[in-house]
Nanobody, 123 residues
Framework: QVRVVESGGGLVQAGGSLRLSCAAS????????MGWFRQAPEKEREFVAG????????YYADPVKGRFTISREHAKNTVYLQMNSLKPDDTGVYYC????????????????WGQGTQVTVSS
């Protein structure tokens, strides 16, 4: 089986930074994309950023472009989300997703999900 574990969430002031980590373990077949989603209280889960595991392509949701950077460290099988210039609207539970051989933005294309890590940005 595949296990996906997020870490790095916390409480920060507006304008601050956090770096989230997503460690994926277990056997998968072929190349696959990974992504980050977030869910604010009483709102639907939304796409944040995605990365191609073998190709290096990235894609970002409009609200985070220029502020967030997704990257990978191949040797550790880990994906990161560097979040800068954080805003209160960035508050939510951030989920890492893995196992997408199609695209980046659609949650239903991901086979594996982590448990989420809380990010809170105060004014």
């Amino acid at each position: 089986q595949v296990r996906v574990v997020e870490s790095g969430g916390g409480l920060v002031q507006a304008g601050g930074s956090l770096r989230l980590s997503c460690a994926a373990s277990g056997r998968t077949f072929g190349s696959y994309n990974m992504g980050w989603f977030r869910q604010a209280p009483e709102k639907e889960r939304e796409f944040v950023a995605g990365i191609s595991w073998s190709g290096g392509s990235t894609y970002y949701a409009d609200p985070v472009k220029g502020r967030f950077t997704i990257s990978r460290e191949h040797a550790k099988n880990t994906v990161y989300l560097q979040m800068n210039s954080l805003k209160p609207d960035d508050t939510g539970v951030y989920y890492c997703a893995a196992g997408n051989d199609y695209g980046f933005t659609h949650s239903y294309e991901y086979r594996y999900w982590g448990q989420g890590t809380q990010v809170t940005v105060s004014s």
